[in-house]
């Protein structure tokens, strides 16, 4: 009788088979994550992080069922490449609702979708491969539902600095200008100098 630990050759045939199977499949993995590149998705969760610290509030539908207005960090909740923006909180689930923004690397797509109610079925409002294009959606759906009564642009951070570097480029655009002017103006002087020195 052989001994209980030893490795038959059946044993020996079975491993062999299962490492060569194992092999195969890890192989068709990598192949698989190598053709599908994952969808670029950080400038939309850069995006978001960033309009979160302001003082900007859009209308929503408030836990008692009502029209309300929620400050945007509040709203919004971004996590594991998954950014969501509540527009209706309610206790009844089936009158809350969000709008989610998600990568599908499957798809190689950028995917916004509308999930609204209990166990509700995603419906797509938007989806595009460039993140540009999503963030363009997004910001045409916020603008429409900003409470202007409570979001002023003069109490915005973001808005201040993006008001000094529209400035300084208009100061380069205008500095930049007086040079060429400048130099024309040089040029044509010149020109008019040495016409003066042949006669």
């Known amino acids: 009788m052989k001994e209980r630990n030893s490795v038959s050759p ?12 194992s092999g195969t499949l890890k192989r068709e993995e990598e192949r ?3 053709a599908v590149k994952e969808v670029p998705f950080e400038e939309v969760e850069i995006f978001f992080r960033r309009i979160m610290t302001q003082n900007i509030f859009i ?9 309300e207005s ?5 709203a919004v909740f971004s996590m594991d490449k ?5 527009y209706s909180t309610s206790f009844d689930e089936r009158d809350s609702g969000f709008v ?3 990568p599908h690397n499957d798809l190689q797509l ?15 409002l938007y989806q595009a491969y460039d993140e540009c294009h999503v963030i363009r959606f997004i910001i045409q759906w916020l603008v429409r539902r900003v409470d202007w009564s409570k979001t002023h642009l003069r109490n915005l951070d973001l808005y201040k600095l993006y008001q000094d570097q529209e400035k300084q480029v208009l ?3 205008i500095a930049e200008q007086e040079s060429i002017k400048l130099e024309e103006q040089m040029a044509s002087a010149m020109k008019k100098l040495k016409g003066r020195v042949r006669t």
């Open 100 to 102: 989610r923004i998600k």
């Open 171 to 173: 100061e380069a655009k």
């Open 32 to 34: 698989r994550q190598l």
């Open 82 to 86: 998954v950014v969501r923006i509540y």
């Open 110 to 124: 950028i995917i916004v979708e509308r999930v609204h109610g209990y166990n509700a079925k995603p419906e797509i």
């Open 10 to 21: 059946s044993l020996r045939y079975f491993f062999k088979q299962l490492e060569r199977r």
């Open 70 to 74: 929620t400050i945007l960090s509040k």
């Open 59 to 67: 209308h929503t539908v408030g836990l008692s069922g009502r029209p």
